[in-house]
């Protein structure tokens, strides 16, 4: 009997999280609930807009503090302009709260189904978030929230989101403006009302083209190799881990792998297994820092798959990169619609060189011989100001584009009353 009642660790933990969830929801339905019986007594008539009391007017949503140097850039120019921004943000330890901002105003929201909750209640004019889906999964559109808009945190194609990632914004900021024609096309293939498309640049990028000036040169270091690859069945160190490795160890150069976060989420036993492989490799480094920057700095050539750290590398350090197995899997994405190339890997044909399977026992030679030519360094030029446009101005440009929408907004308003 006693059997009957045992509840896996899995399921309890998805039940805890619904209760919460609907606790969070009873809570914040009372608190409207009373706001609207308060209304009911004001003597206000029915069917007139107004802004409650809690209505801020520009909002960054941040899931985690990965994304703060997205949102950094933005942060900063609220605050040179002196205007409030309300930053909500589902990290404790967000580095927002470290920062001395007299302006930007944030907040611990919670993880998971308790910031969602707080966020489905929102009011708001101008709401900014990375996080795709809304309306979709859990994050649903509040009705008290004039303008959801989606800021793109990849310079590669803004398909790669699962499906219906960005379908139900109001708005896409993108880092450049190749990424809005797609956009458009599944638009157009789907019947949906078009969003509207800004090309501010890319933020975090901006943030690491600073930070990184700041890392000092090695005076002399050993020829390095970056190993940075993507994660889930199609990447580079679950499809080859030792076959890759093995034959790069023995080169005697200095490797930094660096595995891609969810990988100590997702494939912690592969990440185990392979780092007791090597623990013994002097030449072997693993690196987890949250930053990427420190690594590719150090790096000479860069190994990858279809990552969007390539992005990352060749923007910013202008070095050759070389890719394995560039193929993903699209069917869960949104450009499996599209039923074309994506750009990324397109224009990686064009600045990367191809590394095969059948090259790694002799890839000391195919390194040596990978020679960085001027063919290479135009296309990573070309890709460069492509997918990263604006360079240095991204937040002022994403600022102005909130508070245009929000005084728009208030201009509706006044005309309408």
């Known amino acids: 009997m006693n059997s009957l009642l045992y509840i896996d660790p899995g399921t309890g933990s998805m039940l805890f999280s619904i209760l919460l969830g609907a606790a969070a929801t009873l809570f914040f339905l009372g608190k409207a609930a009373i706001l609207k019986i308060k209304l009911f007594f004001s003597g206000k008539k029915a069917g007139v807009v107004e802004k409650d009391s809690s209505y801020k ?36 330890d967000d580095p927002v709260f470290d920062m001395d901002y007299q302006h930007v105003h944030a907040e611990f929201i919670g993880e998971g189904n308790a910031a969602f909750v707080r966020l489905n209640m929102l009011s708001a004019g101008f709401v900014l978030m990375t996080t795709p889906g809304l309306n979709v999964y859990q994050l649903k559109r509040s009705k008290k929230v004039k303008h959801y808009s989606h800021i793109v945190h990849m310079p590669n194609d803004a398909t790669t989101y699962r499906l219906f990632g960005l379908d139900f914004f109001d708005s896409v900021l993108l880092t450049g403006d190749y990424q809005g024609r797609d956009i458009r096309a599944l638009e157009k293939q789907r019947g949906i009302p078009q969003k509207e498309l800004v090309t501010v640049g890319c933020t975090y990028l901006d943030v690491l083209a600073e930070r990184i000036k700041t890392i000092p040169d090695e005076t002399a270091h050993p020829f390095t190799v970056l190993v940075s690859p993507s994660w889930g069945e199609s990447a580079l ?87 394995v197995n560039a193929d993903m899997e699209l069917l869960p994405y949104d450009a499996w619609d599209l039923h074309k190339p994506l750009w990324q890997f397109e224009v990686l044909k064009k600045m990367g060189i191809e590394l095969k399977e059948s090259q790694f026992d002799s890839i000391k030679d195919v390194i040596q011989n990978a020679s960085d030519s001027p063919d290479l360094a135009y296309a990573r030029k070309a890709a460069k100001s492509e997918a990263w446009m604006h360079c240095g101005k991204s937040g002022a440009l994403v600022a102005d584009y909130m508070t245009a929408t929000v005084e728009k907004q208030n201009s509706t308003s006044e005309k309408t009353a």
């Open 237 to 323: 160190l679950t499809r080859y881990g030792e076959r890759l490795l093995d034959p790069l160890v023995s080169t005697g150069w200095r490797i930094i792998v660096r595995p891609h976060p969810q990988s100590k989420k997702s494939e912690a036993g592969m990440l185990e297994r392979l780092q007791n492989r090597y623990s013994e490799n002097k030449n072997l480094e693993w690196d987890f820092e949250r930053e990427n920057i420190f690594a590719m700095k150090k790096a000479d050539i860069m190994i990858s798959d279809f990552s969007g750290i390539i992005f990352d590398y060749t923007f910013l350090c202008d070095k050759p990169v070389m890719y």
């Open 57 to 92: 007017p520009y909002v960054v949503y941040c899931e985690g503090k990965q994304y703060w140097n997205v949102f950094k850039p933005v942060a900063d120019a609220f605050e040179t302009r002196r205007t409030k921004l309300t930053y909500y943000t589902s990290a404790k």
